[in-house]
């Protein structure tokens, strides 16, 4: 079998002991705080750390409900705002003000270190998903930097319309062979896909056979194409396998454990994020750091099938 034939909830490896599909069920967590709006986090999985560079999908909504994420730092990614409802407002340290609406993109890339803030109005609906690129090495140095891009390109086929976010003929910066997508299907749907990548689907709305509402699914490399059926909303993410061993804790992504708690010490203590104005409030304080040190992790922790 391919593509999506198997059944999505049984974890089928490959001969090295990968998974080929897997489906990731997230975890509430709560935006900005213990008082804040509750996304669902799907990526980082407990044993599934990456989709490519993507490093970080919460989902959010349909809800009435209201972002307010004070300013806070990021170091090492690019985060990507996606919305299917709603309308949320960036504010950033090198000057930015920007709202992003459905069918827009905000790319925020951090590089070096940047600080922003989010919010939405007051009890309106919000539907949408945040999501974190890692850079690789080579670019996790550069200096941060503010996209907003009002339209996108958009490939079509039969029965699915796609809205490209990043990679291919979009215009958005990207340090690393990637895909996104938010795809409308109609009825039944075969999308040509890069047989390198790796690709997630989480359904946004409506009813595809393939995809329980909720899960992140992972596809593992070698596809040539994905068939949806049904009509809903799709994201798609994808990439090469990124290869390089990460640190992830809070808002930074690094290399060492010593590299985050020097990252944490300048939030605290020094002026190497910038500031954001205009938010009518505090940052956000930094956590403790673990008793223990933190370890660089890969994409994926290997599959041990149970006894």
């Given at each position: 079998m391919s593509n999506l034939e198997r059944d999505p909830h049984e974890i089928v490896c490959t001969a090295d002991?990968?998974?080929e599909t897997e489906l990731l069920t997230g975890r509430a967590v709560p935006l900005g705080g213990p008082r804040a709006m509750s996304v669902t986090r799907t990526l980082p999985h407990l044993r599934r750390r990456m989709i490519g560079a993507w490093c970080f999908v919460d989902a959010y909504g349909?809800?009435?409900?209201t972002m307010r994420v004070p300013p806070h730092p990021h170091t090492g990614l690019q985060t990507v705002s996606w919305l299917v409802e709603g309308e949320v407002l960036h504010r950033d340290s090198v000057g930015s003000l920007q709202a992003v609406?459905?069918?827009?993109?905000?790319?925020?890339?951090?590089?070096?270190?940047i600080s922003h803030s989010e919010e939405s109005a007051e009890g309106g609906t919000l539907h949408g998903v945040q999501l974190w690129v890692a850079l690789p090495e080579r670019h996790r140095g550069v200096e941060p930097a503010f996209e907003h891009h009002a339209e996108l390109p958009v490939l079509a086929g039969p029965g699915y319309r796609a809205v490209v976010l990043m990679g291919g003929p979009s215009p958005a910066t990207a340090y690393t062979p990637l895909t996104g997508m938010q795809i409308s299907v109609d009825g039944r749907a075969e999308l040509p896909v890069s047989p390198g990548f790796e690709h997630g689907l989480l359904l946004l709305?409506?009813?595809?056979?393939?995809?329980?509402?909720?899960?992140?699914?992972?596809?593992?490399?070698?596809?040539?194409?994905?068939?949806?059926?049904?009509?809903?909303?799709?994201l798609l993410i994808g990439g090469e396998p990124f290869a390089e061993e990460?640190?992830?804790w809070w808002n930074f992504v690094g290399r060492t454990h010593d590299e985050i708690a020097a990252f944490r010490r300048e939030w605290r203590q020094g002026p190497g994020f910038g500031t954001v104005t205009g938010f009518d409030g505090d940052p956000l304080p930094a956590p403790e750091l673990p008793g223990t040190r933190l370890r660089?992790?890969?994409?994926?922790?290997?599959y041990q099938a149970p006894r």
């Open positions: 002991g990968e998974a349909p809800e009435a409900a609406r459905p069918g827009q993109l905000n790319l925020m890339t951090a590089g070096r270190g709305d409506g009813e595809i056979t393939q995809l329980p509402a909720g899960p992140l699914l992972y596809l593992a490399p070698g596809r040539e194409r994905i068939v949806l059926e049904g009509r809903g909303r799709v990460i640190v992830m660089p992790w890969g994409r994926v922790r290997p």
